[in-house]
């Protein structure tokens, strides 16, 4: 099993990143794709949810309406679109299968001016 997370960096408060998740080694169509993240001195938070076949997605509220989820399963990534980041976004986000302790190396996002 193999999830390689990209696309973090240092953003300034209100902008944007487009997180990447390639998934490889398990059947990734059959299984509903988190993102999670970890602050530092924080415990690891699920962002969103995507269902199997991306018609049903579910939010953090501290991330509802900026962060939107999505798949595509025959790249077999998913993706984490971050609007309207704030300070408090900082983290390094992972991305996981749902059910499945999986997890790959995660990928920074730094939000500050």
């Known amino acids: 099993v193999q999830l390689v997370e990209s696309g973090g960096g240092l953003v300034q408060p209100g902008g944007s990143l487009r997180l990447s998740c390639a998934a490889s080694?398990?059947?990734?169509?059959?299984?509903?794709m988190t993102w999670y993240r970890q602050a530092p001195g924080k415990e690891r938070e699920l962002v969103a949810v995507?269902?199997?076949?991306?018609?049903?997605?579910d939010y953090a509220d501290s991330v509802k309406g900026r962060f939107t989820i999505s798949r595509d399963n025959v790249k077999n990534t998913v993706y984490l679109q971050m609007n309207s980041l704030k300070p408090e976004d900082t983290a390094v986000y992972y991305c996981?299968?749902?059910?499945?302790?999986?997890w790959g190396q995660g990928t920074q996002v730094t939000v500050s001016s």
């Open positions: 995507i269902s199997s076949a991306g018609d049903s997605k």
């Open positions: 080694g398990f059947p990734f169509n059959n299984y509903a």
């Open positions: 996981k299968p749902a059910r499945k302790d999986y």
